[in-house]
Structure formats: C-alpha cells, structure tokens
C-alpha cells in the first residue's frame, strides 16, 4: 500500500525507451502524476500548467515524470504537440497504475468502468512520498506542487 512517509520503488521506460527509477531522483523532489489520457482536455491543461511553470520547478529542484497508459507514439504526439519538458512514462501493462492505486472503477454518463484516476505523488529528496494529491484541478495543480515543495524547504 501506498502510503505517505513510505519508500517507493519504480522502474518504466518513457515514449523514448530511455528507463527511470526512483534511485534516478534521490536528491530531488519528485512530482510522480498519473493522468488518465494523453491529449484530452483536463490532461492537456495539467500538463501546460506544469510546463508553463518549468522554470520554477527546476529552481525549487523538481522533477516531473507523468504516467499513464498510452503507448509511447501517443505519448510522443502529446509532448511534442504542447512542447512537454518532462518525460512520460509508458505504463500500457498498467503495473504502475496499480502500484501506486491510480487504477479505479470510474463513473462517467452513469456507466462504470476501470480506468486511470488523476492522482499524484510528491516524493522527497530521500525517496519517500511526502504528499499525495487526490482531489486535482489540473489548472492549479503545478501552483499547488510548487507552494507545497517551498513550504517543506
């Protein structure tokens, strides 16, 4: 279970191939954030607004590694076509969204069904998760990182 002052543990490849782990961010923060779909509109306005606040997020030493489970063309179309500064890793064996609890029964239109949930992990310098975000606005969501992070240095 996942859970706050926990270790974590990952391993996942990006839409390059190139492969992540959290020993790859031991010594900086790390936004980890589950999205549903690349290129739809709730997903598109979190990731710009992060983006949008790059500059910051590298001055308070904050990574950004996003995950859902599109496969890595759609992944690549989504980074390029907004100019996304953070890589995206590729979770179509969704073992990453059950890991962390991402993968939940949804409701959308009165039908259920499983799919990615819009959560979020800050993870610490030494690894472990430090806040978990449930309740996301994707427009106010890289203010909300940044404030937090600041607030914990």
């Avoid at 779909?37 to 992060?50: F, M, N, Q, V």
Wanted: hydrophobic share 35%; net charge positive.
């Amino acid at each position: 279970m996942i859970s706050i002052g926990k270790k974590i543990q990952f391993q996942a490849f990006d839409e390059k191939g190139f492969e992540y782990s959290q020993k790859t961010y031991l010594g900086r923060w790390l936004l980890l954030y589950f999205y549903p779909k690349d290129d739809t509109p709730g997903c598109t306005k979190e990731a710009c607004a992060i983006r949008d606040s790059w500059k910051e997020f590298k001055e308070a030493n904050i990574s950004v590694l996003g995950v859902s489970i599109q496969n890595a063309t759609s992944h690549q179309k989504f980074r390029e076509k907004y100019q996304i500064p953070f890589p995206l890793l590729v979770d179509e064996d969704r073992k990453l969204v059950e890991m962390f609890g991402a993968w939940r029964k949804k409701k959308f239109m009165g039908r259920e069904y499983m799919g990615t949930e819009r959560i979020s992990f800050l993870i610490n310098t030494e690894g472990k998760i430090q806040k978990i975000y449930e309740k996301i606005k994707p427009e106010e969501h890289a203010s909300e990182i940044l404030r937090d992070v600041l607030s914990y240095q």
